[in-house]
């Protein structure tokens, strides 16, 4: 089973997502700008796909642009800034079992079988 982490108003999320729906694969969507990751299942999420945090902030967003370029923060620092303002994570967030994936571009999603 496959869980996509979704925000349904990003074009790369919604390719994502259709991609999931072709390959005929069982999975749940979770809006999660609606229900929020807690910081224990962001951790999960950050390790299962075996990247920092900074690594899931999108740097071309205004928000970024503004409050955080150039700034040095540490893992748990990017942790909370990603909690704290959603949008900045890339997404769709593709987890099956003890791997997880950026579904950008959505073949990436092919990693998980």
């Known amino acids: 089973m496959m869980t996509i982490y979704h925000n ?3 074009r790369k999320s919604r390719e994502g997502l259709e991609y999931l729906k072709r390959t005929e694969q069982e999975f749940t969507v979770v809006e999660y700008l609606k229900s929020p990751f807690t910081r224990e299942q962001f951790r999960e999420i950050l390790m299962k796909l075996n990247r920092a945090p900074f690594d899931l902030v999108r740097t071309q967003e205004d928000l970024y ?3 955080f370029r150039g700034k040095k923060f540490t893992d748990e620092e990017w942790i909370t800034i990603l ?11 593709i ?3 003890y791997k997880a994936v950026v579904g950008q571009p959505p073949e990436e999603i092919e990693k998980l079988h």
């Open 8 to 10: 349904p108003k990003c």
């Open 83 to 93: 909690l704290e303002n959603p949008r900045l994570i890339h997404r769709p967030i």
């Open 65 to 67: 642009k503004e409050r």
């Open 95 to 97: 987890v099956k079992g």
